[in-house]
């Protein structure tokens, strides 16, 4: 006869402890948010100073050209490793939002991917910079 109070299996244990883990993985990102958003520009952004002042350590600006039309370019960090792109947003030369995505690498948005590789082919500018060329 097997004592009701036996020790759990090994297989039960780890069980039990992936269930811990998961959950705790759970309440963490709820509480402090997902880490990716630290990476992606801010929800109602409309211009480049929304983006900065959201997110002042910036991964990447170039000024590029498109059709004869200036653009300034933000290359935001990669999110992960699971990710296919970095998140870019496209302004123009007033500083307001022309387009972006959260993940060139899956985007259909052609545009912005053009802008991608323009800005991943020209030397990158500082933040003042494209500030400063943001500003009719």
């Known amino acids: 006869m097997t004592n009701p109070r036996s ?3 090994r297989r039960h244990q780890v069980i039990i402890w992936t269930i ?3 959950v705790w993985g759970f309440l963490v990102i709820t509480i402090i948010g ?3 958003k630290r ?3 801010p929800e109602g952004m409309k211009s480049i100073d929304d983006l900065i002042a959201a997110l002042p350590e910036t991964y990447c ?3 590029v050209e498109h059709e004869g039309t200036p653009y300034v370019v933000w290359v935001g960090r990669p ?3 699971i990710v296919s792109g970095p998140p870019v947003c496209v302004f123009d030369t007033d500083g307001r939002l022309v387009d972006w995505s959260g993940d060139t690498g899956d985007s259909n948005n052609r545009f912005v991917r ?3 590789a323009l800005a991943f082919r020209s ?3 500082s933040k003042d910079e494209a500030l400063a060329l943001c500003r009719p």
């Open 34 to 36: 997902p880490p990716w």
């Open 123 to 125: 030397d990158p500018i």
């Open 114 to 116: 053009e802008m991608h």
């Open 39 to 41: 990476f992606m520009p």
């Open 7 to 9: 020790k759990p299996s």
């Open 20 to 22: 811990l883990v998961v």
């Open 61 to 63: 600006f170039a000024a």
């Open 79 to 81: 999110r992960g490793p």
